[in-house]
């Protein structure tokens, strides 16, 4: 039983290292494109609580289905959250939600 346990847990730490592999390359890959975006973080931020009316609690920069990359900002103000899509090379509010209810990214429990 107890090698059991020892190959279960390196099974484990090697998926784990294999996964954390691949977020780092999804991440230096980002950072690469944002370095090239015209817009800067500070600036679709900035945008983005202008156009909604709050404070920026969240912001990330993502490539869309559509291949374009955008700052994705969650703005609350008041009791209202906002979703806020800034394209990053106009600066420009590109789409903007009202959240029902804000949750994390996870799902897996509620802000």
Do not use: P
Request: net charge negative.
């Amino acid at each position: 039983m107890k090698k059991l346990k020892i190959i279960v847990c390196a099974a484990a730490v090697m998926t784990s290292a294999a996964a954390l592999a691949d977020d780092a390359k999804t991440a230096s890959h980002e950072v690469g494109n944002v370095a090239q975006a015209r817009t800067s973080m500070g600036a679709a931020v900035a945008a983005a609580e202008k156009h909604a009316g709050g404070k920026a609690v969240r912001a990330e920069y993502e490539k869309g289905k559509d291949g374009r990359w955008t700052y994705d900002v969650e703005i609350a103000g008041g009791a209202d959250v906002f979703d806020v899509k800034i394209d990053a090379d106009a600066g420009s509010v590109i789409a903007s939600t009202k959240d029902a209810a804000d949750s994390d990214d996870e799902g897996d429990k509620a802000d």
